[in-house]
């Protein structure tokens, strides 16, 4: 197989894009391919300030690469979990530290980082174990502190944008799940861009039509070292099975995932209207200030147990 700008010996074959290239020009073409997915749903321009949610895996470390070499400001965001393998006692979160400073050490970047035990007490795991005995997979709340704390940074530091690693891959697998369940209101936000709303960044995902296998060998190429294990909480057997078929039916039929997720998209707004924020949080938190439902303290603060102190 040869490459489709030179001729040389092909690096990797896309079959999904009918094409292979060389090391060398599939290093130009993932930046290039960014760059349109960037313009195409006005995700943020040169002049803007970015922070990149970096959790030292290889889509959120080649993203902040391809960044750079793109030229746009972009910091990044590490968040000390505190999680470890229940299993195996392995720290998952203190080894993706590592590689993520690694990374902006080496390039020059500035990455902040938010240690949640030191900054709120207790981990990930703690939070969980007091607030379900750990009967629960610690996503939500997880999910629920890196927002706030993103939010926060965002806010105080002045970032116009957050971006986030997100594959096709990624970003499929979530559709089809959504799809099969009907839920609309996730089908109604599932987008490659949310605006801004009063205390909420604006969330770009610009690798959103990039294929994880592509974004694997990108880093594998730019020799980015990162972290091959996924969190121990990482894709629940659901997920797992969703991308599982879907690469059943890319193997068949190669773009199955990218027609899914690129037809969605643009049948979306006829299916489910353009609104794509929620109903915008007119109150503010009394402790944190970011916005909420009541004007009591936001369910951030009440995890925490910031509201007790
Ligand atoms: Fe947090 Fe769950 Fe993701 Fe692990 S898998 S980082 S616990 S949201
Ligand atoms: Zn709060």
Redesign the pocket.
């Known amino acids: 197989m040869k490459c489709k700008k030179c001729g040389e010996r092909a690096a990797i074959k896309m079959p999904q894009h009918n094409m292979a290239l060389c090391r060398e020009h599939f290093l130009e073409w993932i930046p290039q391919h960014t760059q349109r997915v960037i313009e195409k749903y006005h995700m943020f321009t040169p002049k803007e300030k970015i922070l990149v949610a970096v959790s030292g895996g290889k889509d959120s470390l080649a993203l902040w690469d391809v960044l750079q070499r793109l030229g746009y400001q972009a910091d990044g965001i590490y968040i000390n979990l505190g999680i470890t393998d229940p299993q195996s006692g392995l720290t998952y979160s203190a080894k993706s530290k590592i590689f993520s400073q690694q990374f902006a050490d080496q390039h020059g970047l500035k990455l902040h980082v938010v240690d949640v035990k030191e900054t709120y007490g207790e981990s990930i795991t703690e939070i969980n174990q007091r607030s379900t005995r750990g009967r629960a997979k610690p996503c939500s709340i997880c999910g629920l502190v890196k927002r706030?704390i993103m939010n926060q940074i965002a806010h105080d530091e002045g970032y116009h944008v957050l971006a986030t690693g997100h594959n096709l891959d990624d970003e499929a697998a979530t559709l089809f799940g959504n799809t099969l369940n009907w839920t609309v209101d996730m089908l109604k936000r599932q987008s490659p861009l949310l605006p801004a709303m009063p205390g909420f960044a604006r969330k770009a995902k610009p690798f959103c039509r990039i294929y994880e296998r592509e974004s694997a060998a990108y880093a594998l190429m730019r020799n980015i070292a990162y972290v091959y294990e996924e969190c121990p909480f990482a894709g629940g057997a659901r997920s797992i099975q969703y991308k599982k078929l879907l690469n059943q039916l890319e193997k068949r039929s190669p773009g199955t995932k990218m027609n899914f997720y690129v037809h969605f998209l643009k049948a979306q707004a006829e299916l489910f209207g353009e609104e794509k924020t929620a109903i915008p949080l007119e109150e503010h938190?009394?402790?944190?200030?970011?916005p909420?439902h009541s004007g009591q303290?936001?369910?951030?603060?009440?995890l925490v147990g910031?509201d007790k102190k």
């Open positions: 706030h938190c009394p402790i944190c200030g970011q909420t303290a936001c369910a951030f603060c009440r910031a």
